[in-house]
Nanobody, 121 residues
Framework: QVQLVESGGGLVQTGGSLRLSCAAS????????MGWFRQAPGKEREFVTA????????PYADSVKGRFTISRDNAKNTVYLQMNSLKAEDTAVYYC??????????????WGQGTRVTVSS
């Protein structure tokens, strides 16, 4: 059974940083692409970034480019999202996804339960 468990969310001030983690189990982590999405209050879930199996491809949404960095540790079955220079508009529930690629939600096979990030201005 595939499980994705996010952690690291919380409350942070504008300009601050957070690092999210997503621990995966139940499948061969190193054989799968991983992604991060987010859903702000009253909005649809949107693509943030993804990382290929090898880690060599890492597309980002324009809204986070230059501020967020995705990485993975295949030995620990974990993907990370380092978020710097946080803005109020980054406030959302952040979801980890596995087994897909690209910005379409229906391209991804597995989802975590989400971790909430609140950026206070």
């Amino acid at each position: 059974q595939v499980q994705l468990v996010e952690s690291g969310g919380g409350l942070v001030q504008t300009g601050g940083s957070l690092r999210l983690s997503c621990a995966a189990s139940g499948y061969t982590f190193s054989n799968n692409n991983m992604g991060w999405f987010r859903q702000a209050p009253g909005k649809e879930r949107e693509f943030v970034t993804a990382i290929s199996r090898s880690g060599t491809s890492t597309p980002y949404a324009d809204s986070v480019k230059g501020r967020f960095t995705i990485s993975r540790d295949n030995a620990k079955n974990t993907v990370y999202l380092q978020m710097n220079s946080l803005k109020a508009e980054d406030t959302a529930v952040y979801y980890c996804a596995a087994g897909g690629w690209g910005p379409r939600l229906d391209n991804w096979d597995y989802w975590g339960q989400g971790t909430r990030v609140t950026v206070s201005s």
